[in-house]
């Protein structure tokens, strides 16, 4: 098979979550133990970081793997979804999984696939796994797609694991209470591994201290010992943002840059701080310069696209690929701190979601433009333009993200500000956005 019939065999054969929601979704870690058994354990082959949570795992993993990057290591990172190419979900050292690797190990393992009848997801994972075990990299940073305790990735026994924010999303599959969803995000937790948490949450604290107690596992909650904050707004020419981290109240890292440049990214950083002291604990050489350059180069260094990422200016265009309420709370803050005459806002989201969290949060004086991506978990835009007109957000619908993007770009005079997301899918359609990544 080519590349491209590869693709289209696995999206064909194998169920998405992302695409198709609940029905791609596999509860357990069984097929995923036999395939790991079939390749060898590739998983018990190299160190790793695992990193779960509701917000902020994305943009966590990325920057622990900048930093090491920059620190001289070798460093796979697996993440989902993908925005543009399926390769993006696997890379080595900022790299993205070479597609002829994709095309030799489907053909390998098609016939294991047949019997076996894994989801796209299991198959992700274990694809991932060989690859770094392969690449025999020095440390690979794994996010969890889905959860933790049943996530296709909770095979590892990593090194540390990181627990960033938890809030509501994914119900169905996780719990409707923050308490049942932590306990499904806690489930990384290995016995005598090492996990930090980045935000201490009084609703959630207990269920963490109680996993790892019974797990003798040491728990660093990360936002009792760094605080980050962001000292300016991003710079209009590079869109790195300036921030300042203290240790228990002292400085410690001064006039750094960080080139993710929203608001949520001081939630997330103690987390990465905390995490790099724990892999220092355990013998990994990373200096204060490794952390600045990571952080600063951290979009260069491994290709993360669509978190706060300005793709026009005259009007100002950002994206960001918060896609729940909680999310979509802190752009939304972020949105309100800029200047402009009007704001025009591009929204999709897919149809299990908590819509009407989301619509609430919206600016009432926003002029909107309702869109869908192109995938079948997508609401549709004309389902959307009705649920937020019912509580006060009126819009027209679009019948497509692009044709969306195109109406707003062409509404919005040169003070104006359009924002783009609700949506991972949607931010995946925005051709500027790897167009802007190229420049850069």
């Known amino acids: 098979m080519t590349y491209s019939e590869t693709l289209a065999y696995l999206y064909d054969q194998l169920p998405m979550f992302q695409r198709v929601g609940a029905s791609g979704f596999k509860k357990g870690l069984g097929n995923t133990l036999v395939l790991a058994e079939a390749l060898g354990h590739p998983e018990r082959q190299f160190r790793s970081v695992h990193v779960a949570g509701t917000n902020g795992k994305g943009s966590s993993s990325h920057l622990l793997a900048a930093v090491l990057q920059a620190a001289g290591y070798k460093v796979g990172l697996y993440t989902s979804p993908h925005l543009r190419e399926f390769t993006e979900r696997i890379r080595v050292n900022g790299r993205e999984l070479p597609p002829e690797y994709l095309v030799e190990w489907v053909a390998r393992w098609k016939p294991l696939f047949e019997t076996v009848q894994p989801s796209f997801f299991e198959m992700c994972v274990a694809l991932a796994f060989s690859c770094f075990a392969e690449q025999r990299v020095d440390l690979a940073i794994i996010e969890v797609g889905l959860g933790g305790r049943f996530d296709s990735t909770n095979i590892i026994t990593p090194l540390v694991s990181l627990i960033t924010n938890i809030s509501f999303d994914h119900q169905a599959l996780l719990g409707d209470t923050l308490p049942e969803i932590a306990g499904e995000k806690a489930g990384i937790i290995k016995p005598g591994v090492p996990v930090v948490v980045s935000q201490t949450q ?26 980050a904050a962001f000292t300016a707004e991003p710079e209009p020419e590079t869109g790195l943002r300036p921030v300042s981290i203290t240790q228990q109240g002292r400085p410690y890292l001064s006039n750094a840059e960080l080139g993710l440049p929203g608001d949520y990214q001081q939630q997330n950083l103690p987390g990465v701080l905390a995490t790099l002291d724990e892999l220092r604990a355990l013998g990994f050489r990373i200096t204060e310069a490794a952390v600045r350059a990571g952080f600063r180069q951290v979009t260069q260094l491994t290709g993360l696209l669509g978190r706060w990422s300005i793709i026009g200016r005259r009007p100002l265009v950002v994206c960001d690929t918060g896609h729940n309420a909680a999310g979509l709370r802190l752009v939304v803050a972020q949105l309100r701190r800029l200047s402009y005459h009007r704001l025009h806002l591009v929204i999709g989201t897919v149809n299990d979601k908590d819509v009407a969290s989301m619509l609430a949060l919206l600016p009432p004086e926003g002029i909107y433009y309702f869109c869908a991506a192109n995938i079948p978990r997508a609401l549709p835009a004309e389902e959307l333009m009705l649920q937020a007109a019912a509580i006060g957000v009126v819009g027209q619908g679009y019948g497509s993200v692009a044709a969306a993007v195109v109406a707003a770009r062409a509404a919005a005079g040169p003070e104006d500000v359009v924002f783009i997301g609700g949506s991972t899918f949607v931010v995946a359609e925005v051709d500027e956005l790897y167009t802007a990544a190229k420049a850069g």
Request: proline letters at 4%; zero cysteines.
């Open 202 to 227: 009084p609703e959630v604290a207990a269920v963490f201290q109680r996993e790892a107690a019974t797990k003798l596992a040491h728990l660093v909650f990360a936002d009792e010992i760094y605080q």
